[in-house]
């Protein structure tokens, strides 16, 4: 048996999930504000720009998770725009896509299997390491060091 790549897990992921919920957006930002609600303030956007937001996260895990050359660029200078917001707590980046794989997880039920947690995870972890990359090249820093942190599961 062929062993899945990466993107072949998330992918897969994705479609189940699409299959049993409508819009993943409200419920990945209502664990996201539950779990940091003092960031409701730096989200203040509709729901509309929200699953915008949202779209771009997947979009940009998955192209990870494809190995192109241009992302890890592309995740620097989109990290280096967002210090235009303000200092951004690492904690919030990581809030939203931990928020991200507990709704999968919750919505896939049984079809959320070790190796998808793993290739989420692993895909977390390279967009965390370039975003920290990409706030130091404009001198500024994130609030926490870039480590793995436990699930946003209950």
Same mark, same amino acid.
Request: one cysteine or more; aromatic letters at 8%.
């Given at each position: 048996? /062929?062993? /899945? %790549?990466?993107?072949?897990?998330?992918?897969? +992921?994705? @479609? #189940?999930?699409? @299959?049993?919920?409508? &819009?993943?957006?409200?419920?990945?930002? =209502?664990?996201?504000?539950?779990?940091? *609600?003092?960031?409701?303030?730096?989200?203040?956007?509709?729901?509309? !720009?929200?699953? #915008?937001?949202?779209?771009?996260?997947?979009?940009?895990?998955?192209?990870?998770? /494809?190995?192109?050359?241009?992302? *890890?660029?592309?995740?620097?200078?989109?990290?280096? &725009?967002?210090? +235009?917001? =303000?200092?951004? +707590?690492?904690?919030?980046?990581?809030?939203?896509?931990?928020?991200? !794989?507990?709704?999968?997880?919750? $919505?896939? =039920? +049984?079809?959320? %299997?070790?190796? #998808?947690?793993?290739?989420?995870?692993? $895909?977390?972890?390279?967009?965390?390491?370039?975003?920290? $990359?990409?706030?130091?090249?404009?001198?500024? $820093? !994130?609030?926490?060091?870039?480590? *793995?942190?436990? *699930?946003?599961?209950?």
């Amino acid at each position: 048996m /062929q062993t /899945q %790549t990466d993107y072949e897990l998330m992918e897969a +992921s994705l @479609e #189940r999930a699409a @299959e049993v919920c409508d &819009d993943l957006t409200p419920l990945v930002y =209502g664990r996201f504000f539950d779990a940091h *609600p003092e960031a409701r303030t730096l989200f203040h956007m509709g729901e509309r !720009t929200r699953g #915008r937001m949202l779209n771009e996260i997947l979009a940009i895990l998955l192209e990870l998770a /494809q190995g192109h050359d241009y992302m *890890p660029a592309t995740v620097r200078e989109l990290a280096k &725009d967002h210090t +235009s917001y =303000g200092e951004i +707590s690492d904690g919030y980046y990581r809030g939203l896509l931990n928020a991200l !794989t507990g709704v999968l997880a919750d $919505q896939l =039920g +049984s079809d959320w %299997t070790s190796a #998808r947690e793993r290739a989420w995870r692993v $895909q977390a972890e390279r967009l965390m390491e370039l975003v920290a $990359q990409g706030v130091a090249l404009c001198g500024g $820093q !994130t609030r926490a060091s870039v480590t *793995p942190s436990q *699930p946003a599961n209950p």
